[in-house]
């Protein structure tokens, strides 16, 4: 398996411009986690989903956040509109049941946001 | 309120010494406890975790970690520092809460490691 992949890799955006971020989890992974990381606040979680369904999203900073799981293969994190302070690396984690044994998450790469 | 500390924002250690990295916790139950390790421009990897049984848990690239569960802490350990080991650490939890899995990260601590 190629791991998680997200994509894009980077984007930069002008503030108020729509922002769609990717994510293939690993094949077989029934959760599916989104990040983001900044130097003030460090890794935030800001939402999981299980199954395809949204388990916890106590984390999604404000309504111009929105995430969607259509099918087990495949995330999406939409910021609408996008403002300088969503600037940031997004992170899209995987994992199996944490349940069993307590299973890590697998990390892809990340997004490095920038709203300009 | 439910939390992982990481008290120190960057550890120095010469090369070839020990080195330990502090996480304390506050979490109601039995949690879950991890180790991660980012290197730069890359997403985090596991090193490591504790789920129950044996305190000295062993993972990747020769760390370990000690779980103590009267102090509330999993300190990440290794008995002799690589340069190679220069990166940022992060401690995580997770726990079993109002019907669903939580999740918490520390802040991370940077580890250098000095030639």
């Known amino acids: 398996d190629a791991g998680v992949i997200q994509s894009p890799r980077h984007e930069v955006t002008e503030m108020g411009q729509e922002v769609t971020l990717r994510c293939k989890p690993i094949?077989?992974?029934?959760?599916l986690f989104w990040y983001r990381q900044t130097m003030m606040r460090g890794l935030e979680l800001l939402i999981y989903f299980n199954n395809n369904v949204p388990i916890d999203d106590s984390g999604m900073p404000e309504d111009r956040f929105s995430a969607k799981m259509p099918n087990a293969s495949f995330s999406t994190l939409k910021i609408q509109p996008s403002e300088p302070r969503d600037s940031a690396v997004y992170f899209c984690a995987s994992s199996s049941d944490p349940g069993m044994v307590g299973t890590e998450a697998f990390f892809g790469q990340g997004t490095r946001l920038t709203v300009v | 309120a439910q939390s992982v500390a990481q008290p120190e924002d960057q550890v120095n250690v010469a090369e070839g010494n020990p080195l330990t990295v502090k996480c304390t916790y506050s979490v109601s139950g039995n949690p879950y406890l991890f180790w991660y390790v980012q290197y730069p421009n890359r997403g985090l990897q596991f090193l490591l975790k504790?789920?129950?049984?044996?305190?000295l848990v062993k993972g990747s690239y020769g760390f370990e970690a000690e779980f103590n569960k009267s102090q509330t802490s999993f300190h990440l350990k290794k008995p002799s520092a690589l340069v190679s080991d220069s990166a940022l650490y992060f401690c995580a939890v997770t726990y079993w809460a109002s019907g669903t899995y939580k999740y918490i990260f520390g802040t991370g601590t940077r580890l250098k490691v000095l030639a």
């Open positions: 504790y789920i129950t049984g044996d305190n």
């Open positions: 094949s077989g992974h029934d959760y």
